[in-house]
Nanobody, 113 residues
Framework: QVQLVESGGGLVQPGGSLRLSCAAS??????MAWYRQAPWKQRELVAT???????NYANSVKGQFTISRDNAKNTIYLQMNSLKPEDTAVYYC?????????WGQGTQVTVSS
Protein backbone atom coordinates (compact mmCIF):
# COMPACT_ATOMS: atom_id res chain seq x y z
CA GLN A 1 0.00 0.00 0.00
CA VAL A 2 1.45 3.34 -1.05
CA GLN A 3 1.88 5.85 1.75
CA LEU A 4 1.77 9.60 1.09
CA VAL A 5 3.73 12.17 3.07
CA GLU A 6 3.02 15.85 2.55
CA SER A 7 5.47 18.59 3.53
CA GLY A 8 6.39 22.19 2.88
CA GLY A 9 3.60 24.02 4.66
CA GLY A 10 4.06 26.84 7.11
CA LEU A 11 3.11 30.34 8.11
CA VAL A 12 3.38 32.91 5.33
CA GLN A 13 2.27 36.49 4.89
CA PRO A 14 -0.38 37.41 2.33
CA GLY A 15 1.23 37.64 -1.08
CA GLY A 16 3.89 35.10 -0.19
CA SER A 17 4.71 31.76 -1.76
CA LEU A 18 5.12 28.18 -0.65
CA ARG A 19 6.01 24.97 -2.41
CA LEU A 20 4.37 21.81 -1.11
CA SER A 21 5.68 18.31 -1.73
CA CYS A 22 3.96 14.96 -1.58
CA ALA A 23 6.27 11.97 -1.47
CA ALA A 24 4.85 8.56 -2.24
CA SER A 25 6.43 5.39 -0.88
CA UNK A 26 5.94 3.58 -4.17
CA UNK A 27 5.38 4.15 -7.87
CA UNK A 28 2.29 6.17 -8.68
CA UNK A 29 0.61 5.38 -11.94
CA UNK A 30 -2.55 7.31 -11.26
CA UNK A 31 -3.53 10.87 -11.91
CA MET A 32 -2.84 12.70 -8.67
CA ALA A 33 -4.37 15.68 -6.93
CA TRP A 34 -3.92 18.19 -4.19
CA TYR A 35 -6.83 18.75 -1.85
CA ARG A 36 -7.29 21.16 1.01
CA GLN A 37 -9.49 21.39 4.05
CA ALA A 38 -10.05 24.68 5.81
CA PRO A 39 -11.41 24.84 9.36
CA TRP A 40 -15.12 24.01 9.51
CA LYS A 41 -15.20 23.21 5.78
CA GLN A 42 -15.27 20.09 3.68
CA ARG A 43 -12.17 18.90 1.91
CA GLU A 44 -12.01 20.37 -1.59
CA LEU A 45 -10.11 19.55 -4.75
CA VAL A 46 -7.44 22.10 -5.63
CA ALA A 47 -5.56 20.72 -8.64
CA THR A 48 -5.01 17.52 -10.57
CA UNK A 49 -2.24 16.17 -12.78
CA UNK A 50 -2.11 13.08 -14.96
CA UNK A 51 0.95 10.88 -15.14
CA UNK A 52 1.71 12.55 -18.47
CA UNK A 53 1.51 16.04 -16.97
CA UNK A 54 -1.91 17.29 -18.01
CA UNK A 55 -3.16 19.63 -15.30
CA ASN A 56 -6.46 21.03 -14.14
CA TYR A 57 -7.26 23.55 -11.41
CA ALA A 58 -10.12 24.69 -9.28
CA ASN A 59 -11.33 28.11 -10.41
CA SER A 60 -10.31 29.57 -7.07
CA VAL A 61 -6.60 28.85 -7.65
CA LYS A 62 -6.22 29.14 -11.43
CA GLY A 63 -3.24 31.30 -12.28
CA GLN A 64 -2.11 31.21 -8.65
CA PHE A 65 -1.14 27.57 -8.03
CA THR A 66 0.88 25.19 -10.20
CA ILE A 67 0.84 21.43 -9.78
CA SER A 68 3.68 19.30 -11.09
CA ARG A 69 5.11 15.83 -10.62
CA ASP A 70 8.40 14.03 -10.85
CA ASN A 71 7.57 10.45 -11.76
CA ALA A 72 11.14 9.30 -11.19
CA LYS A 73 10.96 10.55 -7.61
CA ASN A 74 7.32 9.57 -7.03
CA THR A 75 6.68 13.10 -5.85
CA ILE A 76 3.93 15.62 -6.50
CA TYR A 77 4.42 19.34 -6.00
CA LEU A 78 2.19 22.35 -5.53
CA GLN A 79 3.71 25.77 -6.10
CA MET A 80 1.49 28.35 -4.44
CA ASN A 81 1.98 32.03 -5.21
CA SER A 82 0.20 35.23 -4.18
CA LEU A 83 -1.20 33.45 -1.17
CA LYS A 84 -4.32 34.84 0.48
CA PRO A 85 -5.78 34.29 3.95
CA GLU A 86 -8.52 32.19 2.36
CA ASP A 87 -5.87 29.71 1.21
CA THR A 88 -5.32 28.77 4.84
CA ALA A 89 -6.00 25.05 5.17
CA VAL A 90 -4.45 21.65 5.64
CA TYR A 91 -3.26 20.45 2.25
CA TYR A 92 -3.31 16.79 1.25
CA CYS A 93 -2.42 14.82 -1.83
CA UNK A 94 -4.05 11.67 -3.12
CA UNK A 95 -5.28 10.15 -6.34
CA UNK A 96 -7.56 12.26 -8.50
CA UNK A 97 -11.16 11.13 -8.80
CA UNK A 98 -11.57 8.04 -6.67
CA UNK A 99 -9.31 8.23 -3.62
CA UNK A 100 -7.17 5.12 -3.60
CA UNK A 101 -4.46 5.61 -1.00
CA UNK A 102 -4.76 6.23 2.75
CA TRP A 103 -4.77 9.92 3.54
CA GLY A 104 -1.50 11.31 4.83
CA GLN A 105 -1.24 13.70 7.74
CA GLY A 106 -1.37 16.71 5.44
CA THR A 107 0.64 19.88 5.73
CA GLN A 108 -0.72 23.04 7.35
CA VAL A 109 -0.63 26.26 5.35
CA THR A 110 -1.46 29.42 7.27
CA VAL A 111 -1.61 32.75 5.47
CA SER A 112 -1.67 35.60 7.93
CA SER A 113 0.00 38.90 8.63
Amino acid sequence: QVQLVESGGGLVQPGGSLRLSCAASGTIFNAMAWYRQAPWKQRELVATITRGGITNYANSVKGQFTISRDNAKNTIYLQMNSLKPEDTAVYYCNTAGVVVYPWGQGTQVTVSS
